[in-house]
């Protein structure tokens, strides 16, 4: 018997690079990251740029700063969805992605939010379907040092954190 290819079912493959593809859900628009390649824990998927610097969040950016946020080089970087597991975390010291644990090809790629963002533009209720879920995400102001223990976070965030 042929073994079936491995499909996403429902997506429509809208990008690759080397070492990412995304994908976007017809039935929602949503859009979503996934690996092109096999990474182990600690392993860096990619570097990235700042296209362009805010001093207010969107939905498309991450913060750097108090009054600075980026907006991301790879453009498919966006598509980076949260999990409160997340698989990969953004490094905007080093500005690296990093995978956090081992990635398998089409595995999607996702970030714990509040690991960048300190209060966010658009809180949203998460259904990550995770153990761990935090339920409503609004950045790492709103969380306590337990919740954030758990996670690898920007020296922005930890900065913050300490000085709250
Ligand atoms: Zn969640």
Known sequence: MIPLPL?????TRIAKTDFAKVFRNPATGQHSLHAAAF???G???CSFTAQQ???TPSYLTLQTGLHQ?????PDCLQYTNHSCDPNVFFDTDKMELIALRSIQPDDELVFFYPSTEWQM????SCNCGSEKCLGTI???AALKQNQLNAYRLTSFILLQIKNR
């Open 138 to 140: 609004t950045g790492a």
């Open 69 to 73: 946020h980026i907006a991301l080089s």
């Open 43 to 45: 392993d860096m998927i």
């Open 7 to 11: 499909v996403i079912p429902e997506t």
């Open 121 to 124: 533009a658009s809180p949203f």
């Open 53 to 55: 610097t805010y001093s």
């Open 39 to 41: 990474f182990d824990e």
